[in-house]
């Protein structure tokens, strides 16, 4: 077996060091006390002072979600990574229905359909444990999710993705989740449906 000699090394004085190369069993030496040092280091779970099993330290990312729904297939969406984001975090949700003034042709069938999105993404929450809150407003969408974020101290806004053909690009420029991802202080993420559903 051969090993290299460092040359700075043994100028001044200095002990030379020797490199092995990779899988000569030298370096494995290494390897296994490098192993031993880490397992010596405290473990990041919470142990109980009480003598039962250890349970992971839950810390989560997001404490609040803010997830707007509009009960269109891009609106679901936003609920099953909104609800399953805030399980993983342990954060509560707030689900949102926007009764547009400005669009809604009749202010009783929004408020209907409103109703049964946002009593579906409470369904959804108590499938995952998720603590699901209700939630309607009356304006223009992007002001309404804007205001509540800020009013409520949201972490993070989910929504449906905007898919817009034709006419509807040249009536609305600028589709919900663009407003909402340009006028908030909020992160803001923004799905899509998932095509193989």
């Known amino acids: ?44 779970v919470d142990e109980p002072d009480d003598g039962s099993s250890p349970t992971p330290a839950v810390t989560g990312l997001f404490e609040r979600v803010l997830i707007v729904t509009d009960g269109t297939e891009r609106g679901e969406a936003a609920v099953e990574s909104g609800i399953d984001l805030a399980a993983a975090h342990g954060a509560t949700v707030d ?64 929504l449906g993705s905007a898919r817009r053909t034709g006419l509807d690009r040249l009536v609305h420029p600028e589709p919900l989740p663009t407003r909402v991802q340009r006028g908030g202080t909020v992160p803001t993420m923004v799905v899509g449906v998932d095509d193989e559903r």
Do not use: C, Q
Not at 100 to 117: C, I, K, L, N, P
């Open 1 to 44: 077996m051969s090993a290299d000699i460092d040359p700075d090394t043994s100028r001044h004085g200095a002990e030379p060091t020797a490199r092995t190369p990779e899988g000569t069993g030298f370096d494995a030496v290494d390897r296994d006390r490098d192993a031993d040092e880490r397992s010596e280091l405290p473990n990041s």
């Open 95 to 158: 689900a949102l229905y926007v009764v547009d003034t400005t669009e809604a042709w009749d202010m009783v069938v929004e408020r209907r359909e409103g109703e049964a999105a946002v009593e579906a993404a409470e369904a959804r929450g108590l499938e995952r444990g998720v603590d699901v809150e209700k939630w309607f407003r009356y304006g223009t969408a992007h002001e309404e999710v804007l205001d509540f974020a800020d009013a409520h101290g949201v972490d993070l806004v989910v």
